[in-house]
């Protein structure tokens, strides 16, 4: 059965957001039809927003003006410790974490001489700038574990003073996990980032 043009349009465009096959994405539009017409203009009008969100001039996390709420909170403006993380999803997660109360640099990935990233599109020579700029003692590489991940922290390593102390995360068994499940290379990470007790 042919759809009318306007919810084909509808369908395609929700099946280009990831996970999301033709299926869903038919019976999302659909169940929007009951939708009033009040809420529709409000949701096509958020979707119309999100072309103008900016990028925050110092760490990259998306904003409302040139500073993202992080970056222009006093508290850690103040703080000297940086952590350097692969996307903006990973600067959520920490947030989320409520652990970490200094600021954030965004790579928007990793080193990747295949797909054809290296230094340049990372702009490494942003994050050097700025941790001189900025005074950072501390940087912590909170990237995800890969062999472009590792190798990424090993080049930021290299690129900086030796006057910052430069940690990695740590990866290893997720809490409440056990251990008989846990595959070869976890637990090896897991050793590998033992600590004092």
């Known amino acids: 059965m042919e759809l009318p043009e306007k919810i084909q349009k509808t369908v395609h465009m929700f099946s280009r957001l990831p996970g999301v096959g033709e299926k869903t994405a038919i019976r999302q539009t659909l169940s929007m039809t009951n939708w009033k017409r009040e809420e529709l203009i409000a949701f096509s009008e958020a ?18 003006t040139e500073v993202c709420l992080i970056c222009s909170n006093e508290r850690r403006k103040e703080s000297t410790t ?39 599109e990372l702009k490494l020579d942003q994050l050097q700038k700025r941790i001189s700029e900025e005074g950072v003692k501390e940087v912590i ?57």
């Open 47 to 64: 979707l119309k927003a999100l072309s103008e969100i900016k990028h925050c001039k110092q760490c990259g996390m998306f904003a409302d």
């Open 82 to 120: 940086l952590c350097v993380v692969e996307s903006i999803t990973d600067c959520l997660a920490i947030e989320r974490s409520g652990t970490f109360k200094g600021r954030f640099h965004i790579l928007f990935g990793v080193l990747n001489p295949l797909l054809g990233i290296g230094p340049d």
């Open 141 to 197: 590489l909170a990237v995800n574990p890969s062999v472009e991940g590792d190798a990424t922290c090993s080049y930021i390593k290299q690129i900086l003073p030796e006057s910052v102390l430069v940690e990695r995360i740590g990866f290893g068994i997720p809490m409440g996990g056990s251990l008989e499940y846990v595959d070869a290379l976890t637990i090896s990470k897991a050793m590998e980032n033992r600590r004092h007790l």
